[in-house]
């Protein structure tokens, strides 16, 4: 019986030890030299004789090829006597570590993302990593810190030594104790540096977690339950957190209110990266504690629409995948990665929910909401129908990758078709928003569904008819029927219709080159082909355009696209709409001032959302249960 013991006591012993094996990262933002960071990692217990140490190839929700490791130089590996040890580089995310029993240090420099100019994919930059001296971070950790193979589970400490005045924005929650400055090996004076430590449970916390560090412009709100922290980086001071929160306040109360009250969450971040470099992309990532936004830097009043559509589809993403996901995602592979079928619930769920909140607590008007279902639906033309979605989710990164933004169009559309078929079959009272939370009722955070099981789950929760719809429309190849759908809630689709929209005057038809000082500049060429705002503007055939809206035109060029992406944000803010062009007066060259007020002109579209002029009695009652809360 003694010796039972002492095995137990034993075995007790030895189970605690290896559960306490940490990685210990420690990286200094204060030392940035030729844009990179020295990364230091106190290795934890290794048990094989060879090991081999990752950076990821990819993460969660970016649904692209990354390879990290590309951004780490000069990666060494020590054992306890700071012996270096061999290490050979496998591939750009792979090194092999000989002799792994012995080793104790791993160090590295890592480079960011946002100007690197290493060969291979773009990063997805609310994904990608900022090192910007004295100005700002973005760690996306998955861009920082690697991990060994076979030991993903461990805990994982981050240690990160910054100036005293930069404030870490994140979702996790930094240990209260932090290491003093001087028990960390740091030379030189520490009297301005300060310490944050945060501890994820794994690595896949861990890259779940990212942290922006700069000078502080945060805000807080709270929503029910939930500490809301907007952080925010604005190179020119263009946009604060404050207003940020007075703007996305309301949509997150809705949204608060659309899952029932309750949060599952206590704290939030959104971390906001704005830039003042031309962008080729831009967008946001989901995390399960935090959101991170990589947009163009403009104000408040340009940005408020996307701005309230980007956060309330990040936020949303705290249902799916974060509470509904399959196994793939539940335990992702970083380096070896495997798809689900799902993105027509995890990304399509997701984005019809953010325009379905806001219709429904009154954010957006009805026929703003058909606005855009409507564009949703002129934007999914153009990509691969007949593709079958659970198909297009699992090639996405490779096979299908030029599909992949047919996610937040017809995934969204999918989301509607589904939610009406649903509340027509239980009269109202049922509709996907009472399938998801049934759904993240029966998995939730640590429990996976099997991928190919996910649609008889669904059935078991609806009905018969729901699996029908699903194998059809999501598995299947054939066509969502729109027209058959929309008409259940009193929806037309006109084909050829008209939309209002916003002109920039200039098109094919009315635009050549003309010389001026010696540059090639656009002008006027048809007057016949103006739209109503060039005719209201009283432009001419042979008008040089020098400036539109007070941001001059530049020589014809590839700085023409950078000049059209600025007017098309400037010119739904505006009240006048402003041309300065070079005109022929009496045979003599002179600048003209043309201004006119600024409208909505109708454009031609292949096809348009309308509500029915005369809804039937069961038209109007489907219509109300799928706009209107289920409270009201
Ligand atoms: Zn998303």
């Known amino acids: 019986m003694k010796r039972l013991k002492f095995v137990l006591i034993a075995m007790l012993i030895c189970s605690s030890i290896y559960a306490a094996n940490p990685y210990k990262y420690t990286v200094d933002l204060t030392k940035v030299s030729d844009d990179k960071v020295f990364v230091e990692l106190e290795a934890p217990r290794i048990k094989e004789k060879e090991i081999k140490f990752y950076m990821p190839k990819i993460v969660p929700g970016t649904y692209a090829i990354a390879d990290y490791g590309r951004m780490v130089s000069e990666l060494k590996a020590y054992d306890k006597r700071e012996n270096l040890m061999e290490v050979e580089r496998l591939d750009d995310n792979t090194w092999l570590i000989k002799d792994a029993k012995k080793l104790r240090k791993i160090t590295y ?19 990608g990593t900022n090192i910007e001296d004295n100005k700002n971070f973005i760690i996306n950790n998955s861009g920082f810190f690697g991990y060994f193979d076979g030991m993903k589970k461990e805990e994982f400490e981050l240690n990160i030594i910054r100036e005293s005045g930069f404030y870490g924005a994140t979702g ?51 929503v029910a339950n939930t500490d809301v922290l907007i952080s925010t980086y604005s190179p020119n001071k263009m946009i604060s957190a404050k207003e940020i929160a007075e703007s996305i ?29 031309p962008v080729t992309s831009y967008g946001a990532l989901e995390h399960s504690y935090s959101s991170v936004y990589y947009m163009p830097e403009q104000t408040i009043e340009q940005m408020n629409q996307q701005l309230r559509d980007f956060a309330a589809h990040e936020f949303f993403h705290i249902v799916t995948p974060l509470n509904i996901h399959s196994e793939e995602i539940g335990s992702f592979d970083f380096n070896n990665p495997k798809m689900s079928r799902h993105l027509w619930m995890y990304e399509g769920m997701t984005e019809y929910f953010a325009g379905s909140v806001q219709v429904k607590y009154g954010l ?3 026929e703003q909401y058909l606005g855009m279902l409507e564009e949703k639906l002129l934007i999914s033309q153009q990509f691969k129908d007949q593709l079958p979605f659970t198909d297009l989710s699992l090639g996405a990164l490779d096979e299908y990758a030029d599909q992949y933004y047919n996610v937040y169009q017809k995934g969204a559309l999918i989301g509607a078709a589904l939610d009406i078929q649903l509340r027509e079959l239980s009269n109202g009272a049922y509709g996907v928003q009472n399938m998801m939370a049934d759904l993240s009722k029966e998995y939730g955070i640590h429990k996976s569904f099997k991928d190919e099981e996910l649609f008889d789950e669904i059935v078991k929760l609806t009905y018969p008819e729901i699996g029908e719809f699903l194998q059809t429309y999501v598995a299947g190849d054939q ?45 006027i060429s048809n007057e016949a082909a103006l739209d109503d705002m060039g005719r209201a503007l009283g432009v001419k055939k042979g008008d040089i355009i020098l400036s539109m809206n007070e941001i001059e035109m530049p020589a014809y060029g590839p700085e023409i696209q950078e000049f059209i ?17 070079w005109r022929e007066v009496d045979g003599e060259g002179q600048k003209v001032e043309l201004s006119a007020p600024n409208k909505q002109i109708d454009v031609q579209v292949p096809l348009a959302l309308r509500f029915t002029e005369n809804p039937t009695e069961s038209q109007l009652e489907l219509r109300k249960y799928w706009l209107e809360p289920a409270d009201k």
């Open 249 to 277: 306040r309301e949509v997150l109360a809705a949204q608060n209110k659309f899952l029932g009250g309750e949060l599952p969450v206590d704290k939030y971040a959104f971390i906001f990266y704005f830039t003042d470099k």
């Open 172 to 222: 996790m929650i930094p240990d209260n104790n932090p290491p003093m400055i001087g028990k960390l090996d740091i030379e030189g004076p520490t009297a301005d540096l300060a310490v944050d430590r945060f501890v994820a449970e794994d690595y896949d916390r861990l890259v779940d977690s990212p942290l922006m560090y700069s000078e502080a412009d945060t805000a807080i709100i709270k």
């Open 479 to 523: 066509s969502l029927p729109y027209k058959e759908i929309f008409d259940k809630v009193g929806v037309d689709i006109i084909d050829n219709g008209t939309v209002k929209q916003y002109s920039i005057i200039l098109n094919q038809n009315n635009i050549t080159l003309a010389e001026h000082e010696g540059e090639q500049r656009l002008a």
């Open 364 to 366: 957006v008007s009805p």
């Open 565 to 581: 992406g600025k007017q098309a944000q400037k010119i739904p803010t505006l009240e006048t709409f402003t041309m300065t062009v």
């Open 109 to 127: 420099f890592v480079e960011d993302t946002y100007d690197s100019e290493q060969p291979g994919p773009e990063i997805f930059w609310p994904a």
